[in-house]
């Protein structure tokens, strides 16, 4: 057995032992503070670009795609029941499909998310490098009337992500998506 | 002062040591604490990592789920609108039922725009003077709500004076490895 260094122990000396007490009462005291204080779940916000509204014949809603095309440069994510796609100044291209998933015994509408979040980065990439001289930060979500919340926020929150930080948010009838994506080309 | 039985091992925590005695013979049982004060120094350093100094400036609804995202940017206490398939709420008060009528036409919905703008001629009567950050605006949605109902709610702030909305979200951590 290897003698202490120290030379303090000695046979028949008692070990020393650090009282724990005093440490578990200050435990005892902050824990309960920490547990009131701790935030499990943070809210935070996505600050929105000003949206613009339809009118019920969807009038509106075609006027406000002719003046969202006016603006050529701005990418478009438009959502409709059945697919994804990106219109940019060239047009329009399919993204993705939608997929039908269960939840909570409610068949909804999703889609596979990382399709968007290639074709839209490589959309910022491409968009940069053509016109170095425009920082591109504007983005708009076109969705048709009965698209989920949560999708909406999926795909704003992958634009975010990609580069384009100021989304806004323009809702038109189907027919009115529709007949902007014929236009829109490929 | 009688032993107590063998029954009742006392625990003398209190008396500076933690060794509990035993009746009869003079055998000495030491409580070790010192896992116990593994488990708090855990728990202690989790619950420092979720501290926060902030509070909770957003009181969610139990009648709504927030969707989620990654975004960063923290939330400010504004005028909170709540939104899910049955209600509109504005600071507490239910001011429209959802109907299918609600999501079916126009644009803006006039009683939430009546009651937004009489809240920032409140807010313009108490402070004086508004800037651009009192016509800012937290929006609450439930992540089932369809488009057209963000929509016309965003389209009523508008009208209302609320140029700013934020839309209120659970912050997601990001997977590991970075993934986007």
Known sequence: MAKAVSGRSRTGKHLEEIDLLPIMNLFCCII?????SASFLEVVVIEMAQTEGISTSGAGATANLMRSEEDRLQPKIIITDEELFIGTVSGSAHVCYALETELNGEMIITFPWDSLTVAITEVHDILTEAYPQIEFHKITILTVEETRYDNIIQAID??????????GLQVAPTASVTSAMR???? | MSMPSKRHVPLLLGSGKSVAVSHGKDKKVTLSLTSMIDMFTILLVFLLKSYSTDGQLVTVSDQLILPKARV???VELKL???VNNSFIVVD?????A???DLLNSGNSIPELVTRLRDHMEYSRLTRGTLNEEDTKINIQGDVGIPAILLQRVMASCSEAGYVGQNLAVIKEEPAEGGEV
């Open chain 2, 92 to 96: 507490g008060d239910p001011i429209v």
């Open chain 1, 32 to 36: 309960p503070f920490l547990l009131m």
């Open chain 2, 98 to 100: 959802v109907t299918d």
């Open chain 1, 158 to 167: 992958i634009a975010i992500a990609a580069g384009f930080d100021q989304p």
């Open chain 1, 183 to 186: 236009g829109g080309g490929n």
């Open chain 2, 80 to 82: 909170d609108i709540q």
């Open chain 2, 72 to 74: 960063e940017k923290k």
